[in-house]
């Protein structure tokens, strides 16, 4: 089993997964936020998929995320990557 330190050595290899809040570029973040909604617009396009009633999603790393909702604790953490693949990494963001 890997340790923490082999994940974030591995992790800083690649471009800019995590979203800096505090001192991000606003076009970076902005890109973040917007990849759910353009990938699922793209899939929707491509492939004539469509979802209603979806929460927005709150970027955490890379394609992880939270749903956006009430409160500040106990949402699920989620890999979207395309419409077809959204699995559940978590119950939360405890480690």
């Known amino acids: 089993m890997r340790d923490l330190d082999e994940v974030d050595a591995e992790w800083r290899t690649w471009e800019k997964p995590w979203p800096d ?4 570029d606003q076009e ?12 699922a ?6 492939e004539g998929q469509w979802l209603r009633g979806v929460p927005r999603l709150v970027p955490v790393y890379g394609h992880r995320f939270l749903p956006a909702g009430c409160g500040s604790w106990g949402h699920p953490v989620l890999s979207v990557w395309r419409l077809g693949d959204i699995i559940c990494y978590g119950g939360d963001l405890n480690l």
């Open 28 to 39: 970076d973040l902005q890109r973040h936020l917007d990849w759910p909604v353009d990938d």
């Open 41 to 46: 617009i793209w899939q929707v396009e491509r």
């Open 21 to 24: 809040w505090r001192d991000g």
